[in-house]
């Protein structure tokens, strides 16, 4: 089995910075894509920004410039630092994993962490 689990999550008010983390464990034979999702109440879930095995980042345009998603290979850990949070950034962060436990890829999802911006 693969585990997901994300932290990092909280209160804050806007302008304000956080950052979360996400590590994979497990029975692991290789990771691609690494990404971080999120939900906000009534909504769909949406992709905020992923990241290659390679390093080639992608994001959502309602974060570019704000967000910056990393990852730690040899930790099989991916961050989120998240810089100017708004209000309308408040929802469940889910990180999703994209791993290899026998022949072929399958996605790992976490359980999610709370953000909060307040105004």
């Known amino acids: 089995q693969v585990q997901v689990v994300e932290s990092g999550g909280g209160l804050v008010e806007a302008g304000e910075s956080l950052r979360l983390s996400c590590s994979a464990s497990?029975?692991?034979?290789?990771?691609?894509?690494m990404g971080w999702y999120r939900q906000a109440p009534g909504k769909q879930r949406e992709l905020v920004a992923i990241i290659s095995s390679g390093g080639t980042t992608s994001y959502a345009d309602s974060v570019k410039g704000r967000f910056t998603i990393s990852r730690d290979n040899a930790k099989k850990t991916v961050y989120l630092q998240m810089n100017s949070l708004r209000p309308q950034d408040t929802a469940v962060y889910y990180c999703?994993?994209?791993?290899?436990?026998?022949?072929?890829?399958?996605?790992?999802w976490g359980q999610g962490t709370q953000v909060t911006v307040s105004s």
């Open positions: 999703k994993v994209n791993a290899r436990r026998t022949w072929s890829y399958s996605d790992y």
């Open positions: 497990g029975t692991i034979l290789s990771i691609n894509d």
